[in-house]
């Protein structure tokens, strides 16, 4: 598995591509007043709204997380290794959305949130690329995927 996170200033354009794209599948809206039942653009709105509450570029979260090509999980099974991705990063009490995309030779999810909190404090997300690299390597053992490459290829 690798995940891929990117930094945003807006978060409309992400949300945009993530619940527009042909064939997407929104699994879940963890830590939202309805997990399930909402609407993208109440969703959009509501990260929008808590995402201005801090001054910062980087407030707002995109990652991406890719099986192996020939590897999948159930929808069940990859909403909660989102869920349980997002809880080691330390973004787990955060609002954001899971949405399935099978649109390329490996399936993926989008996770998109905010680093800034209700409270208008932000997340730390220093080393974030080391975290995600032993959170990947956690998730890897525990839902039985193969180990990711050592190096970017």
């Known amino acids: 598995m690798i995940a891929k996170i990117l930094f945003r200033e807006t978060v409309h354009g992400v949300l945009n591509y993530v619940f527009g794209k042909e064939g997407s599948i929104i699994l879940g809206y963890p830590n939202t007043c309805s997990e399930f039942?909402?609407?993208?653009?109440?969703?959009?709105?509501?990260l929008h709204f808590q995402?201005?509450?801090h001054?910062?570029?980087?407030?707002y979260v995109h990652i991406t997380i890719n099986l192996p090509h020939g590897e999948r999980l159930d929808d069940a099974t990859f909403y909660q290794l989102g869920k349980d991705y997002m809880a080691?990063?330390?973004?787990?009490?955060?609002?954001?959305?899971?949405?399935l995309h099978e649109d390329t030779k490996h399936q993926h999810i989008h996770l998109v949130s905010?680093?800034?909190?209700?409270?208008?404090?932000?997340?730390?997300m220093f080393n974030s690329y080391r975290r995600s690299m032993a959170t990947q390597a956690y998730l890897e053992k525990r839902y039985g995927l193969s180990p990711s490459p050592q190096t970017r290829q």
């Open 88 to 99: 080691e990063m330390g973004l787990g009490n955060q609002p954001f959305c899971v949405v």
């Open 114 to 124: 905010t680093v800034v909190t209700e409270s208008a404090s932000l997340i730390s």
């Open 37 to 46: 039942g909402l609407s993208p653009e109440f969703f959009a709105n509501v």
């Open 51 to 53: 995402g201005q509450r």
């Open 55 to 59: 001054a910062t570029e980087n407030r």
